[in-house]
C-alpha cells in the first residue's frame, strides 16, 4: 500500500475513534445527563483543523491523480471537493452551536443534538464511501509512478493529534483518547 493511502486509512480509523467519543458525549445529552463539553469542544477544533486542512486535500490530491490516469473511473467517485465543502461546512455549524453552548454557559438543547447527529451522521456516511468506494478504485487503478506523485506532495502535512508531536492544545484530548483505548482492549 502506498504511503498515503496508510495514512489515509490511520486517519479514518483516527477520525472514527473521536466520532464514538464524541457520540458517547451526545447520548449523555440526549438522556439529560451532563456532557464534557471540553471534550466536545476539543473534537470539533481538531475537525476543523486537521480532516479540512490535511485529510481532505491528500484524498482531493489522490483523486486529480486517478482523473488523470483513469478518468472514466475517476467520474464514478463523484464530486469530492464538493463533498469535503459541505462537510466542512457542517463542521462550522456545529463547531458554532458547541461555541455559543460554552460561551452562554447553557445547557444543551435539542438543536445542539441535531447539529451534532447531522455531524456524525454526515462524517460517517463520507468516510463510508470513501472506504468502500474510492480508496479500492484507487488503489486498483494508480500505479507506482502515480502514487510518487501523490506522496511527495503530502509529506508536508502533519497531524496536531494523532502526529508523532502533539500539539499543547491537543495533549488533553489525546490522554483521553489513550485512556479510552486502555479501557477498551
Ligand atoms: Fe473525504
Ligand atoms: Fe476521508
Redesign the pocket.
Given at each position: 500500500m502506498s504511503a498515503v493511502m496508510e495514512i489515509?486509512n490511520q486517519?479514518?480509523r483516527n477520525?472514527e475513534r473521536l466520532l464514538i467519543a464524541l457520540e458517547r458525549q451526545v447520548v449523555h445529552l440526549e438522556r439529560g445527563e451532563e456532557a464534557d463539553l471540553d471534550i466536545i469542544n476539543a473534537i470539533v477544533e481538531y475537525c476543523l483543523t486537521y480532516?479540512d486542512l490535511c485529510?481532505?486535500p491528500k484524498?482531493d490530491l489522490v483523486l486529480r491523480q486517478l482523473q488523470i490516469r483513469k478518468p472514466e473511473v475517476a467520474e464514478t467517485v463523484g464530486n469530492l471537493e464538493a463533498e469535503h465543502r459541505k462537510l466542512a461546512e457542517t463542521t462550522r455549524h456545529f463547531a458554532a452551536a458547541v461555541h455559543q453552548v460554552i460561551r452562554g454557559g447553557q445547557p444543551a438543547s435539542g438543536g445542539f443534538g441535531e447539529s451534532a447527529r447531522a455531524f456524525l451522521d454526515g462524517y460517517r456516511y463520507?468516510?463510508e464511501m470513501?472506504?468502500t468506494a474510492?480508496f479500492p478504485l484507487a488503489e486498483r487503478h494508480l500505479t507506482a509512478e502515480d502514487w510518487d506523485v501523490v506522496d511527495r506532495e503530502v509529506e508536508q502535512m502533519v497531524d496536531p493529534l494523532f502526529g508523532g508531536r502533539v500539539e499543547e492544545r491537543y495533549k488533553v484530548l489525546r490522554n483521553e483518547i489513550m485512556l479510552w483505548d486502555e479501557l477498551a482492549t
Open positions: 489515509l486517519d479514518h477520525l480532516p485529510h481532505h484524498e463520507h468516510m470513501e472506504d474510492f
